[in-house]
């Protein structure tokens, strides 16, 4: 993950021009003829995605054919690695472009290194090859890479680059910084220029025209690189050696705490509370997994672990979608330790993990009632959480063994109604997001718990969907949403019925 908005990509601006019949010969017409391409895929990235992929793999051939007329050329490099790294960000055209999404990264990191060998110092190559990195990362982690070991190589390789991205920005902002001042005493002591001089400065300013323009840093760069650090030492605390843990919560500490506030107070004074309010989540959402990660390496108990969740009890909290999805999250996953705890160690706190799912569902409900476009865009994602804390909860209520009273298991049936009218909900904000990934799950999981619902009101299970269900249910296993003995009933309640 990425927990803070992606930072946008750099690339010349595409140049309008027609698709030539001649093979382009230049870099400059290769990078237009590339240019002409991702405009024609980008038109039709929502409409078409078969389109749209044809029309970004031409663009990926023109410039690897560039590439083998101009092997150093930076910016066909540069802007091929990009293209691949923002493909990889958009799930529906990624089948169109490569065998996966893991084959497509690692074409990806390839591209960048390339990239990085031929300017090692360019911050936005640097930028990109962290994220491509951290993405890598996170996909090879969530295929079960065994003991994680790629995934943490990969991130600390991340978190290196991401070290040298912020070292270089910072040298560039204060360069810029002292060229401004230098520019404003020469403006102030001038007497007005000679023709000599105004000769010279015309020629100087034709040059100017013709180098490579270098877009200059700003705090937001910085502030960009800062948020990607902590979502590469989020996903890293999770996976990595628990000895390690100290020195990435220090290095959180000093990103969060050290340098973000100086970077913000260069903001505009209208940006910066946004940006502090950012800053505090990404804060959170690290120390949140860290707490998650020491307490399933049994260095602290759930009670620790959960006062540890205090951290997300910073200003703006109530107003942010964002932020209340992320606790909400944070809590859950906290349950979803104490149950894999519980398989080897036969004990779990019930009161106190229920306690944490309905403080859950409470911080969902808020975010779903803000009218915020931020709330809006996540609506689908927040019913659909809701509708799997539902869930989770019916595992608590129906696992014998688990101290819970007896109000909490009778409702049980209710729980399951209520998952489904959640996952519909989903479904419907999904459909009208135009999110087809959470359209596909949630109605597969709304369809089961139709079925499930019915037969445990009396009714009969009907002949279709039986592929289905079994797959929904495995799925909800595998995310610890139900227990083996819970699915397991509810695969043979359908097949008797």
Same mark, same amino acid.
């Given at each position: 993950? $990425? ?70 050329? &930076? ?22 472009? $490569? ?107 034709? =040059? ?105 009890? &910073? ?7 964002? $932020? ?11 349950? +979803? ?5 519980? =398989? ?131 799925? +909800? ?7 083996? =003995? ?12």
């Amino acid at each position: 993950m $990425a927990n803070s908005k992606p930072k946008q990509f750099t690339r010349p601006p595409p140049k309008k021009v027609k698709a030539k019949s001649a093979e382009p010969q230049t870099a400059d017409e290769f990078q237009e003829a590339a240019d002409f391409e991702e405009e024609a895929g980008g038109k039709w990235r929502a409409g078409d995605p078969a389109k749209s992929a044809r029309a970004f793999t031409r663009a990926l051939e023109l410039y690897e054919r560039g590439l083998s007329k101009h092997p150093q050329n &930076f910016d066909l490099a540069y802007n091929k690695a990009r293209l691949m790294l923002e493909l990889s960000q958009q799930p529906a055209l990624v089948p169109h472009i $490569a065998a996966s999404l893991e084959t497509l990264l690692h074409a990806a990191l390839e591209d960048h290194r390339k990239v990085l060998r031929l300017d090692g110092e360019n911050v936005d190559a640097l930028f990109n090859t962290a994220q491509v990195l951290t993405s890598l990362a996170e996909v090879l982690h969530g295929e079960g890479d065994e003991d994680g070991e790629q995934p943490t190589k990969l991130l600390h390789e991340a978190l290196e680059v991401l070290s040298a991205c912020l070292s270089k920005q910072e040298m560039m902002f204060e360069q810029q910084r002292i060229d401004s001042e230098a520019r404003i005493e020469e403006m102030q002591d001038e007497a007005s220029p000679t023709e000599a001089q105004v000769e010279t400065a015309a020629s100087s300013e034709a =040059e100017e025209r013709t180098a490579t323009i270098v877009a200059p840093i700003t705090a937001s760069d910085l502030l960009d690189t800062v948020h990607a650090s902590l979502a590469a030492l989020t996903t890293l605390v999770a996976i990595d050696d628990p000895s390690e843990s100290g020195t990435l919560a220090d290095m959180a500490e000093a990103l969060a705490e050290n340098k973000a506030p100086r970077y913000i107070a260069l903001l505009a004074v209208v940006d910066q509370s946004p940006a502090r309010l950012s800053t505090a989540l990404d804060r959170a959402i690290f120390f949140a997994s860290l707490a998650d990660a020491r307490f399933s390496n049994h260095a602290v108990d759930l009670q620790t672990a959960i006062e540890q969740l205090q951290v997300f009890n &910073f200003p703006g909290k109530e107003s942010s979608a964002h $932020a209340l999805f992320a606790e909400a999250q944070a809590r859950e996953e906290l349950v +979803l330790s104490a149950l894999d705890r519980s =398989e080897t160690s036969g004990n779990i706190d019930g009161p106190d993990c229920w306690g944490q799912l309905t403080a859950a569902q409470a911080l969902l409900s808020a975010a779903a009632g803000l009218s915020t476009d931020d709330a809006r865009e996540r609506k689908a994602r927040i019913y659909e959480l809701k509708a799997d804390t539902e869930v989770l909860r019916y595992r608590l209520a129906s696992t014998s063994g688990i101290e819970l009273s007896d109000a909490i298991r009778c409702s049980a049936g209710t729980l399951l109604s209520n998952s489904r009218t959640f996952y519909k909900g989903a479904m419907q904000h999904g459909q009208m997001l135009g999110d087809e990934e959470i359209v596909a799950q949630s109605s597969q999981h709304s369809a089961l718990f139709d079925e499930v619902v019915r037969i445990t009101q009396g009714g009969s299970a009907t002949a279709d969907g039986q592929t289905e269900h079994g797959e929904a249910l495995g799925g +909800l296993v595998e995310d610890g949403l139900l227990s083996d =003995e819970a699915a397991e009933q509810m695969y043979n309640m359908l097949q008797i019925s």
